[in-house]
């Protein structure tokens, strides 16, 4: 990111000023020395023309002089010239160092003061009749003219300072406008976990909605399975009831071959008037029979319109199933969007982690060495004050010994205030970066800050993904339960498909019955005379039915019981559910009113309901 590329780069300008302000100390000790040889050379001129001028003899002085002059001259081609020393000195672009150092100003001054003095005495002796002895002062003046334009140099190398300075500004400007982006994310990424928290509850609402479909679908289902059973039970009594009769009509058939046998003509006419009697009883109860069968074609009439409307409810269910599919579906599309979109924040925080454990160790390291660099500015502040003290004596002390020299020298004297001056605000632009110094340390305070925040997030978002795997799995486990109530509504479909179809055979088998029995009944009525004990025991046999189905009728409660205790167990069995879906709910409850806690005891900001 922008903020460790800044950070990486201040640290790399630190090192470079620590090597730079290393090789300018190490300059600035090689000057140290040359001026130490300078006014130890000044010095022994200044005695050696002080002894020569007590002395009788001015031609003789005026020859020591000029040989001591000569010798000087010739010490002084031995050291390498001012402006090379000066050409070879780095360019002063940094302001920070971690070693302390002397101001180059003051020791070019001091040298400049031993070069003047060194004029002055030459110029007291000098015989400007000797070209040799003019040509060396001129030689030194040259020397003079060059200390001067390395002080101009020095007041450009300030301004580069300065330069540099506001450049640091700008730097920490940047950084400033960089964190406020920093911010600025970060609040956008609190939007889009509020987003997220919004779509995971629409989900658990959508999973909510399923769970009642799901419920719905297993209460008809349960309805169809009672009313299949139902349906299969009055089958199977239909089907008995047909085998009964075709026997009770076999035995009916052989009885009356058994009575045409053994009985004869006066038996018969006995039984005559008796079996009218018994006709007309049977006849009546013929009529009773034909209107119960009439009201079991209009309860048939009645199932079949019940099972074609279950049929339609069926159909109505799979089309809901279908939707709640395509629902689930595009949920589970919804999920994956969200689950490409949390990875790719989670692997934003881990990147985020790994820039913040480096900022972190980077931190440190500038800590120790800002540490570091607080001593050494401290000590070089000490250094630099008792540096310029001994500078402010010095000058006074020129100053005082420069009063009668010519306009030249008042002039390098005015160049050696400006100089000062320049010291001064050197000392000032110090103190600036002192404050910025403090300023970046407030910026890594915040720094350490948004770390914090950082993590406080990722512990949220991991949360977050915990939550939504959870919800995840819900979901798969309603499409499972979906799809299991799917292949179960499949299957008694086909099973109704099948008990339609056997149902509309035993109506053609009980038509065809009901055919025959009334073809049965007009020949009784014709021959009633020879099936006259074949209707009696015909009739005995559908007592003994409607005593059988009496029986069946007691079986058919018995089921209705056993179905309602199944029912009483399934809805107990969804009770139970129930209570682990509000149980569920109360800890999504509690686990939202956590996050709303915890976000409002990081931020201090209530969340909007």
Same mark, same amino acid.
């Given at each position: 990111?922008?903020?460790?590329? +800044?950070?990486? *780069?201040?640290?790399?300008?630190?090192?470079?000023?620590?090597?730079? =302000?290393?090789?300018?100390?190490? =300059?600035?000790?090689?000057?140290?020395?040359?001026?130490?040889?300078?006014?130890?050379?000044?010095?022994?001129?200044?005695?050696?023309?002080?002894? %020569?001028?007590?002395?009788?003899?001015?031609?003789? #002085?005026?020859?020591?002089?000029?040989?001591?002059?000569?010798?000087?001259? !010739?010490?002084?081609?031995?050291?390498?010239?001012?402006?090379?020393?000066?050409?070879?000195?780095?360019? #002063?672009?940094?302001?920070?160092?971690?070693?302390?150092?002397?101001?180059?100003?003051?020791?070019?001054?001091?040298?400049?003061?031993?070069?003047?003095? +060194?004029?002055?005495?030459?110029?007291?002796?000098?015989?400007?009749?000797?070209?040799?002895?003019?040509?060396?002062?001129?030689?030194?003046? @040259?020397?003079?003219? /060059?200390?001067?334009? /390395?002080?101009?140099?020095?007041?450009?190398?300030?301004?580069?300072?300065?330069?540099?300075?506001?450049?640091?500004?700008?730097?920490?400007?940047?950084?400033?406008?960089?964190?406020?982006?920093?911010?600025? *994310?970060?609040?956008?990424?609190?939007?889009?976990?509020?987003?997220?928290?919004?779509?995971?509850?629409?989900? @658990?609402?959508?999973?909510?909605?399923?769970? $009642?479909?799901?419920? !719905?679908?297993?209460?008809?289902? $349960?309805?169809?399975?009672?009313?299949?059973?139902?349906? *299969?039970?009055?089958?199977?009594?239909?089907?008995?009831?047909?085998?009964?009769?075709?026997? +009770?009509?076999?035995?009916?058939?052989?009885?009356?071959?058994?009575?045409?046998?053994?009985?004869?003509?006066?038996?018969?006419?006995?039984?005559?008037?008796?079996?009218?009697?018994?006709?007309?009883?049977?006849?009546?109860?013929?009529?009773?029979?034909?209107?119960?069968?009439?009201?079991?074609?209009?309860? &048939?009439?009645?199932? +079949? !319109?019940?099972?074609?409307?279950?049929?339609?409810?069926?159909?109505?269910?799979?089309? %809901?199933?279908?939707?709640?599919?395509?629902? !689930?579906?595009?949920?589970?599309?919804?999920?994956?969007?969200?689950?490409?979109?949390?990875?790719?924040?989670?692997?934003?925080?881990?990147?985020?982690?790994?820039?913040?454990?480096?900022?972190?160790?980077?931190?440190?390291?500038?800590?120790?060495?800002?540490?570091?660099?607080?001593?050494?500015?401290?000590?070089?502040?000490? @250094?630099?004050?008792?540096?310029?003290?001994?500078?402010?004596?010095?000058?006074?002390?020129?100053?005082?010994?420069?009063?009668? &020299?010519?306009?030249? &020298?008042?002039?390098?004297?005015?160049?050696? %205030?400006?100089?000062?001056?320049?010291?001064?605000?050197?000392?000032?632009?110090?103190?600036? =970066?002192?404050?910025?110094?403090?300023?970046?340390?407030?910026?890594?305070?915040?720094?350490?800050?948004?770390?914090?925040?950082?993590?406080?997030?990722?512990?949220?978002?991991?949360?977050?993904?915990?939550?939504?795997?959870?919800?995840?799995?819900?979901?798969?486990?309603?499409?499972?339960?979906? %799809?299991?109530?799917?292949?179960?509504?499949?299957?008694?479909?086909?099973?109704?498909?099948?008990?339609?179809?056997?149902?509309?055979?035993?109506?053609?088998?009980?038509? $065809?019955?009901?055919?025959?029995?009334?073809?049965? =009944?007009?020949?009784?009525?014709?021959?009633?005379?020879?099936?006259?004990?074949?209707?009696?025991?015909?009739?005995?046999?559908?007592?003994?039915?409607?005593?059988?189905?009496?029986?069946?009728?007691?079986?058919?409660?018995?089921?209705?019981?056993?179905?309602?205790?199944?029912?009483?167990?399934?809805?107990?069995?969804?009770?139970?559910?129930?209570?682990?879906?509000?149980?569920?709910?109360?800890?999504?409850?509690?686990?939202?009113?956590? &996050?709303?806690?915890?976000?409002?005891?990081?931020?201090?900001? $209530?969340?909007?309901?």
């Amino acid at each position: 990111s922008a903020s460790e590329t +800044q950070i990486f *780069e201040l640290l790399d300008q630190v090192i470079q000023l620590k090597e730079k =302000l290393g090789e300018k100390t190490t =300059l600035l000790a090689k000057e140290q020395e040359l001026n130490k040889t300078l006014s130890e050379e000044i010095v022994n001129l200044a005695v050696s023309n002080k002894a %020569d001028a007590t002395g009788v003899e001015i031609p003789a #002085v005026e020859d020591d002089v000029y040989t001591e002059v000569q010798s000087d001259v !010739h010490q002084r081609e031995e050291i390498p010239p001012i402006r090379e020393v000066v050409e070879l000195e780095p360019r #002063v672009t940094e302001m920070y160092s971690t070693f302390p150092r002397e101001s180059s100003s003051s020791l070019e001054r001091t040298s400049l003061q031993k070069l003047l003095v +060194q004029a002055e005495l030459d110029l007291k002796t000098l015989d400007f009749t000797n070209p040799a002895a003019v040509d060396r002062f001129m030689l030194l003046s @040259r020397d003079i003219r /060059v200390k001067m334009n /390395v002080l101009k140099e020095a007041n450009f190398d300030v301004q580069r300072l300065e330069e540099q300075r506001d450049a640091v500004v700008e730097r920490l400007v940047k950084t400033d406008s960089e964190t406020a982006i920093i911010k600025s *994310e970060l609040k956008y990424k609190d939007q889009d976990l509020a987003g997220l928290r919004v779509d995971t509850e629409i989900e @658990r609402e959508k999973a909510e909605r399923l769970q $009642a479909k799901v419920e !719905h679908m297993e209460q008809v289902k $349960a309805k169809i399975q009672r009313e299949l059973f139902s349906r *299969e039970g009055d089958l199977n009594r239909a089907q008995a009831r047909e085998r009964s009769i075709k026997k +009770q009509l076999l035995e009916t058939q052989t009885l009356l071959d058994a009575e045409r046998a053994t009985n004869g003509k006066v038996r018969l006419d006995q039984e005559k008037q008796a079996l009218k009697r018994a006709c007309r009883h049977h006849k009546t109860k013929a009529e009773m029979l034909q209107l119960k069968n009439d009201e079991l074609n209009i309860d &048939l009439k009645r199932s +079949q !319109h019940e099972l074609s409307a279950w049929k339609e409810r069926s159909i109505r269910n799979t089309v %809901d199933a279908e939707e709640s599919s395509l629902n !689930h579906k595009r949920n589970e599309r919804d999920l994956e969007f969200k689950t490409e979109k949390i990875s790719a924040l989670t692997t934003d925080n881990e990147i985020k982690e790994e820039t913040i454990a480096k900022q972190a160790r980077e931190i440190s390291t500038m800590k120790i060495t800002i540490a570091e660099m607080k001593s050494q500015i401290q000590d070089m502040n000490y @250094r630099k004050d008792r540096e310029l003290d001994l500078a402010r004596e010095d000058a006074m002390g020129s100053m005082a010994a420069l009063k009668d &020299l010519p306009e030249e &020298l008042r002039i390098a004297h005015r160049r050696l %205030d400006e100089s000062l001056g320049e010291i001064r605000a050197l000392e000032e632009a110090n103190s600036d =970066l002192k404050f910025q110094l403090d300023r970046s340390q407030k910026q890594l305070i915040l720094t350490e800050q948004n770390e914090s925040e950082m993590k406080i997030y990722h512990n949220k978002l991991s949360a977050a993904e915990i939550r939504l795997d959870e919800v995840q799995k819900a979901l798969e486990e309603t499409t499972e339960e979906l %799809d299991i109530a799917r292949s179960e509504t499949q299957q008694w479909r086909v099973r109704a498909d099948e008990r339609q179809q056997s149902i509309n055979a035993l109506e053609r088998q009980i038509e $065809a019955a009901n055919a025959e029995s009334r073809r049965t =009944l007009i020949a009784e009525r014709e021959k009633y005379e020879i099936k006259e004990r074949s209707l009696q025991t015909k009739y005995s046999d559908m007592e003994l039915e409607l005593t059988r189905q009496k029986g069946e009728l007691r079986a058919v409660k018995s089921q209705r019981d056993e179905l309602a205790s199944r029912s009483e167990h399934v809805m107990s069995d969804l009770r139970e559910r129930l209570d682990h879906s509000e149980a569920t709910n109360r800890s999504m409850q509690s686990y939202v009113n956590f &996050l709303k806690t915890s976000y409002t005891s990081t931020f201090g900001d $209530a969340l909007d309901e």
